[in-house]
């Protein structure tokens, strides 16, 4: 299995038969082990060409772009090789099917509300938040509606950001969720980690042969790969939130590794550096799977999560969420 490389500098990117080579601005060289690499993040600005996409295509590597600020802005893959017209019309069919979307919908969701509940009970003080998020879980699979469902993971992720100010220590704190920008140090950390966290997702869907563009929970629409978003949510709290309260609490971030710039407030070079190493420790960090009595790493539980979709896809086995219980 190859590795994430992530590229932080300004510069270009050349094939020389088969080896790549980035070249940064000051003309410096540096040799990417192409059979090695599985996703490459591109954080600064980067040219390439033809010849280059020709051969990341050959070894199916995923290029994902982020934004001055680090933020997603949009991925490259090579022709899926792994297809199923048959799981497509499938998925398509589960999607016009209120009934089944929703099952699936609210899956995503409950699996998700089970991981913010655990981080929040691992923390003092955060009772208040627990039964409050309790009350609404409630009702996560008695909606009639899409729309609902989002209602109340909407009301539920507010009444847990709530609870960060309590979490968080080292002067951390953040008002509200902003997304477009964000405008404090927590906000930023999350809006970087929940980007890769989708392109993390994105990785591991575009191995199976379910298709990336239609989705349960988020509405499909063009230019995005909504699955991901789907997933996404189960991942969030269990990996992205968990690397948060971690770097925070234990000094390893910041202030300092955050710059602001036209009041958007986002993680400097340094910063994303401390990020990212967290972060692919955590994916690569394995437990034991109860039912397949091997070790699993976290990357490798977003991948069995696939499966569990195409099989309840194909009516073999019902869908049943992932619920970390470690």
Not at 7 to 20: D, H, L, M, Q, V
Not at 78 to 84: L, T
Not at 293 to 301: D, E, I, L, Q, T
Request: with cysteine; proline share 3%; net charge positive.
């Amino acid at each position: 299995m190859g590795k994430d490389y992530y590229i932080f500098s300004t510069g270009r990117i050349k094939r020389k038969e088969n080896t790549i080579y980035f070249y940064d601005e000051e003309g410096n060289k540096r040799a990417l082990p192409i059979e090695d690499v599985e996703k490459l993040h591109f954080l600064g600005e980067v040219d390439l060409n033809t010849k280059f996409l020709n051969i990341i295509s050959k070894y199916d590597i995923i290029l994902n772009f982020y934004n001055y600020y680090g933020f997603y802005i949009g991925s490259y893959y090579p022709r899926k090789k792994n297809v199923s017209g048959f799981l497509v019309v499938k998925q398509s069919m589960y999607y016009s099917d209120l009934r089944k979307r929703l099952y699936l919908a609210s899956c995503f969701i409950e699996s998700a509300v089970f991981h913010i509940l655990r981080n929040l009970r691992r923390y003092e003080n955060t009772e208040k938040y627990i039964e409050k998020i309790e009350n609404e879980r409630q009702n996560i699979f008695n909606v009639a509606q899409i729309d609902e469902l989002m209602g109340i993971e909407g009301r539920i992720r507010k009444i847990y950001y709530e609870a960060f100010n309590d979490i968080l220590k080292n002067g951390f704190n953040m008002k509200n969720r902003e997304k477009r920008p964000p405008t404090d140090p927590v906000n930023a950390l999350i809006s970087f980690g929940n980007s890769l966290m989708y392109t993390a997702v994105l990785g591991e869907i575009y191995k199976t042969q379910l298709d990336p563009t239609i989705s349960f929970l988020h509405e499909p629409s063009t230019k995005r790969f909504s699955l991901s978003l789907d997933l996404a949510e189960i991942f969030k709290p269990l990996v992205v939130d968990t690397v948060i309260f971690k770097l925070i609490n234990n000094r390893v971030i910041t202030l300092k590794d955050f710059d602001i710039k036209e009041g958007i407030c986002f993680l400097n070079e340094q910063g994303k550096r401390k990020f990212i190493k967290e972060f692919e420790e955590k994916l690569s960090t394995t437990i034991k799977h109860r039912k397949l009595k091997r070790k699993v790493s976290y990357k490798g539980f977003i991948k069995l999560e696939c499966y569990k979709i195409i099989k309840h896809l194909f009516n073999d086995e019902i869908y049943k969420p992932l619920k970390a219980w470690w």
